[in-house]
């Protein structure tokens, strides 16, 4: 590919290897600025403090510790109370499931609606929904604040989980809808002549066969809440946040010398639920993914 | 291709009140979503669109004062910071995320060991909060900490990395940790669209002794047209909604030299106690997403229905 001075037999010789080197160089070098950030941050959480602020930081810990995890688990201060981030990490995990299973349920029936249940105007709804993923949330922030004080429910976990509910579910259809789609009609039918109705269909024909649109659905819907800030911070307060935002105080509350040891760990510790769910469902991750952007 | 199963298709169901119920089954269990829509999206945005042309401050008040907090936001040294910062931080998180993914997928595509662990290096970062990882980039840019001390422990002592504390410099930092989330979403798109290009099209070009990098620009990149589309749209969307980006990473300083209207919008209402000039940032954030994302999400349903998908 490259020109070489070299003889032409030798050249196709040699510079098929050499943009194999480029190749593997190029990928290599990306992959390691990639990991960067994450191997700074387990580094770091491991390491004493002092080490931290004297040595390097991508050389490994010589001094291996689990003291910062501790630290941030049990006694990190967010804001003025110092018990750590175990509560916050409840409340999200509290939050996320409920949130993740009603919201995925509802996406499921709709999209058994939309697709085996068309009527008039049954795509113009699904329009309307779709619209939903998209808007920018700073449009719903003064309302939904309003409203969730009217209700009583606003700084509780419940207030949250509706919120993600209600913001959830036009991804939840449009991947269950899409998904349907695809399902043969004929089995819907043959199951109507025999009699069957609306949910024993849903019941027994549709939901044994949606294993993997569930899966997408999930992980989608389990990331998007376990990481979303702007809700939490827009809707909780103290005691109430998620794990995000008790995560963004550990980092900006401490004062004097900062224990970085500590934030890295609290930041790891936020980061582990959606990290292993990334490792063991990425493929369904990067489906989910690549549904809610490229296919409307 | 629309059947209608609404009707009922067993005719010998006896006309039973039981039957009419089953028949609007169906729209009663899609009702609850279709009015949490109406009213939590559309409801809203007419709620905050009405709040913009009020006189609201600490608390909504009903007094109408037509564009005033349009003007007042427009007045705002700070408003024009913001939208500054978003043109700068879009145009380069758009055009580097595109260029760095379609890189990466065209590396990947030249059968590679190991591929499948280097895309999920490439996609981690989409899967973890940028407040996670915003904590670890804060750390990699402080002067005293980070890079600069890595490259001053090397013996690079003339090196100098203070963007994230420089004024003039901190957008720049927000660019790199966008694009470092990003990019492995567009090599996924760009890989997906390379894979399903005709190979014998190809084929046929390096039979004829095309080289691969013409065979890529004049052949295969064209062919990733709709590709592009899609990526820019999705990137340009999510760099106007960019918000944990800013928090995490400069709290939108130094001052204010890293706000972007999304920070903007929550500084004015949530501490400034300004709803009215909220709510018109608000309202101006959904406007400008939505002369994006309306005439993408229309032409992909109509294509989808198009070509017999629907």
Redesign the interface.
């Known amino acids: 590919?490259e020109q070489t001075w070299e003889t032409p037999q030798m050249a196709q010789g040699t510079s098929f290897a050499w943009s194999r080197v480029v190749?593997?160089g190029?990928?290599g070098f990306?992959?390691l600025?990639?990991?960067?950030?994450?191997v700074?941050?387990v580094l770091?959480s491991f390491k004493h403090l002092p080490e931290?602020?004297a040595g390097?930081?991508?050389a490994l810990p010589k001094d291996w510790t689990i003291e910062p995890w501790v630290d941030a688990w049990q006694t990190a201060c967010v804001g003025l109370s110092c018990n750590g981030i175990k509560g916050y990490f409840w409340n999200s995990a509290k939050m996320t499931v409920l949130a993740v299973v009603i919201s995925t349920l509802?996406g499921l029936?709709?999209g058994?609606?939309?697709t085996?249940?068309?009527?008039k105007g049954a795509?113009v709804?699904?329009?309307?929904?779709?619209?939903?993923c998209?808007?920018?949330?700073?449009?719903?922030?003064?309302?939904?604040a309003?409203l969730l004080g009217k209700m009583g429910i606003a700084s509780s976990t419940t207030g949250l989980v509706f919120v993600h509910v209600?913001?959830g579910?036009?991804f939840t259809?449009l991947y269950a809808r899409n998904y349907y789609?695809a399902f043969p009609?004929e089995l819907?039918?043959a199951a109507?002549?025999d009699?069957a109705?609306?949910?024993s269909i849903f019941w027994r024909i549709l939901l044994p066969n949606s294993g993997p649109i569930i899966i997408v659905t999930v992980i989608w819907q389990f990331?998007n809440i376990?990481?979303?800030?702007?809700f939490g911070?827009?809707f909780s307060t103290g005691e109430s946040a998620p794990m995000?935002v008790a995560?963004?105080n550990v980092?900006?509350t401490s004062t004097g010398e900062r224990p970085?040891n500590v934030?890295?760990a609290a930041?790891?510790i936020?980061?582990l639920p959606?990290?292993l769910?990334?490792?063991f469902g990425?493929r369904y991750?990067?489906r989910g993914?690549?549904a809610g952007?490229?296919?409307? | 291709m629309?059947?209608?199963?609404?009707e009922p298709?067993?005719q010998h169901?006896a006309p039973h009140v039981s039957t009419r119920l089953?028949r609007l089954?169906?729209?009663l269990?899609?009702a609850?979503?279709?009015a949490?829509?109406?009213v939590?999206?559309?409801?809203?945005?007419l709620?905050?669109t009405y709040?913009s042309f009020t006189k609201s401050r600490g608390y909504?008040v009903h007094e109408l004062v037509g564009w005033l907090q349009y003007e007042r936001v427009w007045a705002q040294p700070r408003w024009s910071v913001a939208l500054h910062n978003l043109a700068i931080f879009g145009i380069l998180y758009i055009v580097i995320c595109l260029f760095?993914g379609l890189?990466?997928a065209i590396?990947?595509d030249?059968r590679?060991r190991q591929e499948g662990t280097?895309?999920?290096?490439?996609?981690?970062?989409?899967?973890?909060?940028?407040?996670?990882?915003g904590?670890?980039?804060?750390?990699?840019l402080n002067p005293g900490?980070?890079?600069e001390?890595?490259a001053h422990?090397w013996g690079y002592t003339n090196f100098h990395f203070d963007w994230i504390v420089n004024e003039d410099m901190a957008i720049y930092t927000l660019v790199i940790a966008g694009v470092?989330q990003a990019t492995?979403?567009v090599m996924?798109?760009f890989l997906?669209g390379l894979r399903g290009i005709d190979q014998d099209i190809i084929k046929a070009a390096s039979i004829d002794g095309a080289?691969?990098?013409r065979i890529y620009w004049r052949i295969i990149i064209p062919q990733l047209r709709p590709?592009f589309l899609?990526a820019l749209v999705?990137l340009a969307?999510l760099a106007?909604?960019s918000?944990?980006l800013v928090?995490?990473l400069t709290?939108g300083g130094p001052g204010y030299a890293t706000d972007l209207?999304?920070t903007f919008?929550?500084a004015h209402?949530?501490t400034r106690n300004q709803?009215g000039m909220?709510?018109a940032?608000?309202?101006m954030?959904?406007l400008t997403?939505?002369a994006i994302?309306?005439p993408?999400?229309?032409s992909?349903?109509r294509h989808?229905?198009a070509t017999g998908?629907?």
Request: proline share 3%; charged share 10%.
């Open positions: 590919m190749i593997y190029l990928l990306f992959a600025i990639y990991l960067l950030p994450l700074v941050m770091t931290i602020y390097n930081m991508i509802l029936l709709n058994y609606v939309l085996k249940w068309k009527f795509n709804l699904f329009g309307l929904m779709l619209f939903g998209f808007i920018p949330f700073q449009i719903v922030l003064i309302p939904m309003t209600v913001y579910i036009c259809t789609v009609d819907v039918k109507m002549i009699g109705r609306f949910f990331t376990w990481n979303d800030f702007l911070a827009s995000t995560l963004n980092v900006n970085y934030h890295m930041a790891m936020a980061a959606t990290l769910v990334y490792i990425g991750f990067v993914l690549m952007s490229v296919k409307g | 629309a059947t209608t199963y609404a298709l067993g169901a089953q089954l169906p729209k269990v899609l609850p979503s279709v949490i829509t109406l939590f999206v559309y409801g809203f945005i709620w905050t709040l909504a760095l890189l990466l590396l990947l030249q590679i280097l895309r999920a290096i490439f996609l981690y970062p989409m899967a973890i909060s940028f407040i996670v990882t904590t670890a980039w804060k750390w990699m900490l980070g890079l001390k890595l422990d470092w492995g979403f996924a798109m997906a080289r691969m990098l590709v899609s999705i969307h106007i909604k918000y944990d928090v995490a709290g209207p999304s919008m929550y209402t949530f709803l909220g709510a940032s608000a309202v954030m959904l997403v939505a994302m309306v993408f999400l229309y992909e349903v989808s229905r998908r629907d």
